[in-house]
């Protein structure tokens, strides 16, 4: 079956570049998506990308795919204090309803 | 714009009582679903539904039960609360089943059973 693979816990001084990294296992055609959540929130969805693509740009995250090695990064730029959060990944298949696989979350400290 | 409304947002129940917990989404969503979330395992699906009327099994559904008798809402209902179901509960919804319309997640349900 599918399976996700995130660090647990990363540490940044604020100013810096934040990257978390997410390894899947799944097929060649999937959608994979990165979550952010806050104390005591929901998942918010800060961005996607299909796996027909290799980046994904959006103001201060760029979603990076190695499709070789199924391996998902996300690159927050000058990073804040109020990106601390757990961050997850998740894929999908594509093609009909498919179940949503998601990682077990990175925790991002930053650090002022 | 509420989006995905949970209800309670904490409870606390003793082993062997009931209740359930609503999900209200005011997206004109079609596909509902409640995940539990515990520490070190990420979010697994407990039941989904893919319109009015309908529900289907996730992952772990083993003690649950669902219903979806009005578009809008999604219930979760716990029968004989154990131990084990102490978590953080999230209902999520989506416009449909393609990739690139993602699910919408509520603000979590933290249910403790003593």
């Known amino acids: 079956g599918e399976d996700v693979e995130q660090s647990l816990f990363l540490s940044v001084r604020e100013g810096d570049s934040s990257v978390i990294n997410c390894t899947y296992t799944d097929s060649s055609s999937t959608y994979l998506y990165w979550y952010k959540q806050e104390p005591g929130a929901g998942l918010q969805l800060l961005t996607y990308i299909f796996s027909n693509m290799d980046m994904k740009q959006d103001q201060r995250l760029t979603v990076l795919l190695n499709k070789k090695d199924k391996h998902l990064s996300l690159r927050i730029a000058d990073t804040q204090t109020g990106d601390s959060a757990i961050y997850f990944c998740?894929?999908?298949?594509?093609?009909?309803?498919?179940?949503?696989?998601f990682g077990t979350g990175t925790k991002l400290q930053v650090i002022p | 714009n509420a989006g995905v409304t949970q209800t309670p947002k904490f409870r606390v129940l003793k082993t062997g009582q009931s209740m359930t917990l609503l999900c209200a989404q005011d997206?004109?969503?079609?596909?509902m679903y409640w995940y539990r979330q515990d520490p070190g395992m990420g979010l697994r699906l407990i039941h989904y539904s893919v319109g009015e009327g309908t529900t289907a099994k996730g992952e772990v559904p083993d003690g649950y039960n669902v219903s979806r008798l009005k578009k809008q809402n999604f219930l979760l209902g716990l029968e004989s609360a154990a131990p084990s179901q102490t978590s953080v509960y999230f209902c999520a919804s989506s416009y449909s089943l393609r990739g690139d319309q993602p699910q919408h997640f509520g603000d979590g349900t933290r249910l403790s059973i003593l």
């Open positions: 998740a894929e999908r298949p594509s093609g009909g309803y498919q179940k949503v696989t």
């Open positions: 997206m004109n969503h079609e596909y």
